[in-house]
C-alpha cells in the first residue's frame, strides 16, 4: 500500500472508532497483531482479542483525531480520546506489515493545569 493509502485506511479506523463500528475499526490489523500499553504493562496479541478488548470496555468513548503522520510503514496518530466525558491525549504508533498493523504502541495523558512558572512564556491552546 502507498502512504495516500496507509493514510486513508488510518482515517478510516478512526472514524469507525468514533462510531463505535467494532468491526470496521478492527479491520486495520493482521491476525496476529500485537497491542502495547506501557503505562498499565499490558500487551494485548491478536486482532480478536484487540477488539475484544474494546467490546468489553464499558466507558462511553468518543475520538478526535488531532492529525495523522507517518510514511512507509510506520505512522503516528495524535488524538483525544473522551472517556465519558473526560478527556485524555493519546499517541498512538502504528507498525504495518503487509499494509495492515502488526504491531501498535498507545500512550495516554491527561490534562493538568499550566504552572504559574512559565505563564509570562506561553500561549493558551485548545
Known amino acids: 500500500m502507498d502512504d495516500l493509502a496507509l493514510r486513508a485506511a488510518l482515517q478510516r479506523h478512526w472514524d469507525a472508532s468514533d462510531a463505535n463500528d467494532f468491526e470496521a475499526e478492527h479491520d486495520i490489523y493482521r491476525e496476529d497483531a500485537v497491542l502495547d500499553y506501557p503505562q498499565s504493562g499490558e500487551r494485548i496479541r491478536g486482532r480478536r482479542n484487540i477488539q475484544e478488548s474494546r467490546f468489553v470496555q464499558?466507558?462511553?468513548?468518543?475520538?478526535?483525531?488531532?492529525?495523522?503522520?507517518?510514511?512507509?510503514?510506520?505512522?503516528?496518530?495524535?488524538?483525544?480520546?473522551?472517556?465519558?466525558?473526560?478527556?485524555?491525549?493519546?499517541?498512538?504508533?502504528?507498525?504495518?506489515?503487509?499494509?495492515?498493523?502488526?504491531?501498535?504502541?498507545?500512550y495516554f495523558g491527561d490534562r493538568f493545569d499550566p504552572s504559574p512558572s512559565r505563564a509570562h512564556l506561553v500561549e493558551r491552546v485548545g
Open 58 to 106: 464499558p466507558n462511553k468513548k468518543r475520538f478526535t483525531v488531532r492529525r495523522i503522520i507517518g510514511g512507509g510503514d510506520l505512522w503516528v496518530s495524535e488524538f483525544v480520546l473522551t472517556y465519558d466525558g473526560v478527556p485524555s491525549y493519546v499517541v498512538s504508533i502504528m507498525e504495518f506489515r503487509d499494509g495492515l498493523v502488526a504491531h501498535e504502541t498507545q
